[in-house]
């Protein structure tokens, strides 16, 4: 597949069709293979990761019913959901969230992206990890009532709050998988799909379960605020954002809005 070539100043670089970026971003984003036939291109795939993260946690909910069904126990059903979102998705993000966590534990900004760029797991990376697969855990099993519309809204959520990272936030490296994703990004048509996507979510959620109301408008409320939050932070303290990043980005907006699920 040869990428598109680089826009000049000032010029608008095309971009393959939505099908063949579709292709990319699951070829990207997860461990699926593609049906044959299917010519992915990886240009412009960024605003496609709440589509993905939709396809995501639907599986995730669908795996989670039939456990359910079985009369799993509901923490051992929420430790594997948890193993299977990692396992799909190839610790993409979560192995961005250790390498984010071990940079900022470093005291000299200066040395922060160096440390992150090591494939070494330091202790605040592993310690990081078990944070987050240990608080999905225990949130999922807390969730007695719309826990399949949770998991699900907790997948587009995630992945909004990264295409916003990179829209809004400067790219520290010069070269990585992050700098394809702002190159071929259109702002702001591109973040706006991924926050419809959660609107309409949320929208038919609503209309399927209207006694969980406050369920729905805390999840909304707290997936926009922690999609925004936790880009925001963390471009407050690398003064912008990596690859790494934009996985940490994903991960603990999940986190917490499963967390915040709890209260309801």
Known sequence: MTPLPPAQPGQTTPRPGWFARLGGAILFYTKLPLPPGWQPR???????APVVGLGLGLGLAAADFALGQLGMPMLT???LVVGLGVW??????????????????VMEPQRRLAVMGDSRSGAFGVMAAIAILGLKTLALADLASGRS??????????????????????????????ALHRAHLRSPQDWLLGLGLALALHGLWAWRSPDQGLLIGLIALGGLGFSLA??????????GH????????????ETLLLCLATLA
């Open 42 to 48: 990886f240009e412009g795939i960024a605003p496609l």
């Open 88 to 105: 799909l998705t190839g610790g993409l993000h979560l192995d961005g969230a250790m390498d984010t966590a071990d940079g900022l534990a």
């Open 77 to 79: 059903r929420s430790a």
């Open 149 to 178: 519309w949770v998991l699900v809204a907790a997948m587009v959520w995630g992945r909004w709050g990264q295409v916003v990272a990179i829209a809004r936030y400067p790219y520290l490296r010069a070269e990585g998988k992050g």
């Open 230 to 239: 936790v880009g925001a932070w963390l471009n407050r303290r690398l003064g």
């Open 242 to 253: 990596t690859g790494d990043t934009y996985g940490a980005t994903v991960e603990w907006t």
